[in-house]
């Protein structure tokens, strides 16, 4: 039997720190070398085709995201029949850490999620080894956790960029009164009114954060219409993850509805421009992974905005649709108008691997 019973505890992550403890209840008087904790982080992808003769194959692709050991004590300790309690903590490395071997793609970026479905599954394990000094018992002792995490993320340079989106569409003028029989033999057919221009804007960051509110502004603008009826609103994420297995691609396409709202808004061009309330469109990020790279798998996000509007009185209505490739990032991260700056002021539900 062994000379003590060993426990891992994974406390959480606070910040980019990983903190947990170490209990070992000695059963009789043990001198101890060494404690180490280790973190490996693997990404492992499945896929399946068919083969030459019909029969199914699998394939499957693993990389080493992270692996690193960390010693707590390096002295020789004597311990005391009982309980002894040994808290760790260390910090998190900005990126991944994948090695390069023959014919594997290999990216590196911020530590992934952990993330678990039938084609990929990002997992982190907690491993902690006691070292005795020699004895007839052996000389260690491992415990291993696997736990969630959920590593900060940093805004790209590329998500920071402001963006301005503009899209010209024209919607038809407003319905004549119908002309007297007379007035139509003496002045005959009116010419047709030509339609109104109009420009439909979108200002964003290009990120999302979970849990946070969309960071759009919207608005119409045009020097002809002074009056527009907002009839509806539809707001999705176009969610890709493109997953690699020795050679086999799979893209996987979701769409997140993240406002579809019926308005009766009514808007006005004060100086050619009409901004569309925030209150129209008020929703929260949630229920999709934040973005992440790694060696065997891609997120990317797509932003598609959808508006109906026409004129006043008019019959008929004009859709207009915009769509602009976003980042999905944490809540905590620096607000929209810290990223956006003054200029332009006028993403998780992560499930953890099993």
């Not at 403890?21 to 085709?49: D, F, H, K, Q």
């Not at 901004?275 to 999709?288: A, F, L, N, R």
């Not at 992440?292 to 990317?300: G, L, M, Q, Y």
Request: with cysteine; charged share 20%.
């Amino acid at each position: 039997m062994a000379p003590c019973d060993l426990h891992l505890q994974f406390t959480g992550l606070r910040g980019s720190t990983v903190e947990g403890s170490l209990s070992l209840i000695a059963r009789s008087a043990v001198v101890l070398s060494r404690i180490s904790i280790s973190l490996r982080g693997t990404s492992t992808t499945l896929l399946t085709s068919t083969g030459t003769k019909g029969t199914p194959m699998s394939y499957s692709e693993e990389h080493i995201i992270i692996d690193e050991v960390h010693t707590v004590s390096t002295k020789y300790t004597e311990l005391s029949t009982g309980d002894h309690h040994f808290p760790f903590a260390f910090s998190l490395p900005d990126y991944t850490q994948c090695k390069p071997s023959k014919g594997q793609l290999h990216v590196h970026g911020p530590l992934p999620p952990s993330y678990t479905s039938p084609y990929l599954q990002i997992r982190y394990q907690l491993t902690a080894t006691v070292y005795f000094k020699k004895s007839i018992f052996g000389s260690k002792l491992t415990k291993s956790l696997v736990v969630p995490l959920n590593p900060p993320q940093a805004v790209t340079s590329a998500s920071n960029r402001n963006t301005l989106i503009q899209k010209k569409f024209t919607i038809p003028p407003p319905p004549e009164p119908p002309k007297s029989f007379i007035s139509y033999l003496i002045f005959g057919e009116d010419e047709p009114k030509p339609q109104r221009p109009l420009v439909f804007e979108i200002r964003c960051a290009g990120v999302l954060q979970l849990g946070g509110p969309l960071p759009l502004d919207m608005s119409f603008v045009s020097k002809s219409i002074t009056r527009l009826n907002l009839q509806k609103v539809t707001i999705s994420l176009k969610c890709i993850m493109s997953i690699r297995a020795k050679g086999l691609v799979k893209n996987l396409v979701q769409w997140v509805t993240l406002c579809d709202v019926i308005s009766s808004e009514r808007l006005h061009l004060t100086d050619g421009r009409a901004v569309i309330p925030k209150s129209v469109y008020d929703s929260v990020v949630t229920g999709i992974p934040k973005s992440f790279k790694v060696c065997n798998a891609i997120t990317s996000y797509e932003l598609h905005v959808q508006c109906e509007v026409s004129g006043v009185a008019s019959l008929t209505s004009e859709t207009v649709n915009v769509k602009k490739a976003v980042e999905v990032v944490e809540h905590d991260l620096p607000s929209y108008d810290e990223v956006v700056g003054p200029q332009m002021s006028s993403a998780g539900i992560v499930k953890a691997a099993q």
